[in-house]
């Protein structure tokens, strides 16, 4: 199983600010088979980037993502009030799939 | 609009079975990949399975032999057959309807979830 590491656990950063997570796998994972999701309390998560580097549809630019091998990061340029939330890296590339266990980035 | 709809969760024993739905508009889901992911409280996601389009599926180690997932076409609705519950299968179990653009694979869109309390 390839075991997906997030840090940090907690980002404590100001509005306007750039945040920058990480997402380290065990073994290396093909960058086609790695996204990034947010998360909001009491919500489904969201598709923020697919391989890798992708924005999903309707996501903004200060959303990216970057990385290869077994080290992947989402940075979000500029924070804004509504980026303050969970985010969560996965691979699909080994079976089974599975999750980090998540970085909340919460506000200073 | 592509929407996914939950149903089915609930307060079970454990030993005990429940079926989960989730109801689809806007597409087809015997054309696409479909996974469940479920979220204990207050902890992170955790895939649960996997249905792709031709049919064959998948399983997370910690519910293979006890969860079936299958769709009903002529409903567009995909279910996850939840057997022999366990107080960890506690969760919020969400389906996603998934991408594989280009090569890529996500979960791309999700449902609000439903959840089941294995609880005696």
């Given at each position: 199983e390839i075991v997906l590491t997030q840090s940090p656990g907690t980002l404590s950063l100001s509005p306007g600010e750039r945040a920058t997570l990480s997402c380290r796998a065990s073994q290396s994972v093909s960058s086609s088979y790695l996204a990034w999701y947010q998360q909001k309390p009491g919500q489904a998560p969201r598709l923020l980037?697919?391989?890798?580097?992708s924005r999903a549809t309707?996501?903004?630019?200060r959303f990216s993502g970057g990385g290869s091998g077994t080290d992947f990061t989402l940075t979000i340029s500029r924070l804004e009030p509504e980026d303050f939330a969970v985010y969560y890296c996965q691979q699909?590339?080994?079976?089974p799939w599975t999750f980090g266990q998540g970085t909340k980035v919460e506000i200073k | 609009e592509v929407q996914l709809v939950e149903s089915g969760g609930g307060l079970i024993q454990p030993g005990g079975s429940l079926r989960l739905s989730c109801a689809a508009s806007g597409f087809t889901v015997s054309s696409n990949y479909m996974s469940w992911v479920r979220q204990a409280p207050g902890k992170g996601l955790e895939w649960v399975s996997v249905m792709y389009s031709g049919g064959s599926t998948y399983y997370a180690d910690s519910v293979k032999g006890r969860f079936t997932i299958s769709r009903d076409n002529s409903k567009n609705t995909l279910y996850l057959q939840m057997n022999t519950?366990?107080?960890?299968?506690t969760a919020v179990y969400y389906c996603a309807r998934d991408s594989s653009r280009g090569g890529t694979y996500s979960h791309e869109y999700w449902g609000q979830g439903t959840l089941v309390t294995v609880s005696s």
């Open positions: 980037i697919y391989g890798a580097s309707g996501i903004p630019e699909y590339g080994g079976s | 519950l366990r107080a960890e299968d």
